[in-house]
T-cell receptor, first 115, second 111 residues
Framework: EAGVVQSPRYKIIEKKQPVAFWCNPI?????LYWYLQNLGQGPELLIRYENEEAVDDSQLPKDRFSAERLKGVDSTLKIQPAELGDSAVYLC?????????????FGEGSRLTVL | QKEVEQNSGPLSVPEGAIASLNCTYSDRVSQSFFWYRQYSGKSPELIMSIYSNGDKEDGRFTAQLNKASQYVSLLIRDSQPSDSATYLC???????????FGAGTRLFVKA
């Protein structure tokens, strides 16, 4: 069974530029999460989807971050414009059960560097 | 107090010893707890979950939950150099809507 797939693995951009990350969850997993992980810290939830519905986006900085999961499968996270403080690893995770069970399967992450 | 707190370490143990990793939690989390292992440059991987008071064993790993003292532990028996990683303690918030991670404890197992 294929795991959670994320791309790109690495991205370097200048500040104020846009950037987008893509995630394809494990087949059949209806719940999808985007997390942000800073160096030396644990992951922090940005947004959680149940199918195509964003059921928890309270931690998403909506002035510059947006996300979508149009068909309830793959998802895109966008930052526009990027700031220096956005440099981090963006992790996508999925879960086979509806609701937040805490049992998450993570992708390899997308490491963003903003110069 | 943060919802989930861990000592950042590093914790260094010799090969073959028992590694003990601890995590304390606040009243703002529920009674569902998880341990994730994260190798350097890799993503977190779930290794244990525990929902009730007491011990839960899986191979060389034992998770312990003490609700009265509000702490969760992970014991790794017969530690191997391949166990060297950061171990993240996580819990569901009281609403059950969000998984909250601690900052992680770095473990180093010396050969």
């Amino acid at each position: 069974e294929a795991g959670v797939v994320q791309s790109p693995r690495y991205k370097i951009i200048e500040k104020k530029q846009p950037v987008a990350f893509w995630c394809n969850p494990i087949s059949g997993h209806n719940t999808l999460y985007w997390y942000l992980q800073n160096l030396g810290q644990g992951p922090e939830l940005l947004i959680r989807y149940e199918n195509e519905e964003a059921v928890d986006d309270s931690q998403l900085p909506k002035d510059r971050f947006s996300a979508e999961r149009l068909k309830g499968v793959d998802s895109t996270l966008k930052i526009q414009p990027a700031e220096l403080g956005d440099s981090a690893v963006y992790l996508c995770a999925s879960s086979p059960r509806t609701g937040n069970t805490g049992e998450l399967f993570f992708g390899e992450g997308s490491r963003l560097t903003v110069l | 107090q943060k919802e989930v707190e861990q000592n950042s370490g590093p914790l260094s143990v010799p090969e073959g010893a028992i590694a003990s990793l601890n995590c304390t939690y606040s009243d703002r989390v529920s009674q569902s707890f998880f341990w994730y292992r994260q190798y350097s440059g890799k993503s977190p991987e779930l290794i244990m979950s525990i929902y009730s008071n007491g011990d839960k064993e899986d191979g060389r790993f034992t998770a312990q939950l003490n609700k009265a003292s509000q702490y969760v532990s992970l014991l790794i028996r017969d530690s191997q150099p391949s166990d060297s990683a950061t171990y993240l303690c996580a819990a569901l918030d009281t609403g059950g809507f969000k998984t909250i991670f601690g900052a992680g404890t770095r473990l180093f197992v010396k050969a």
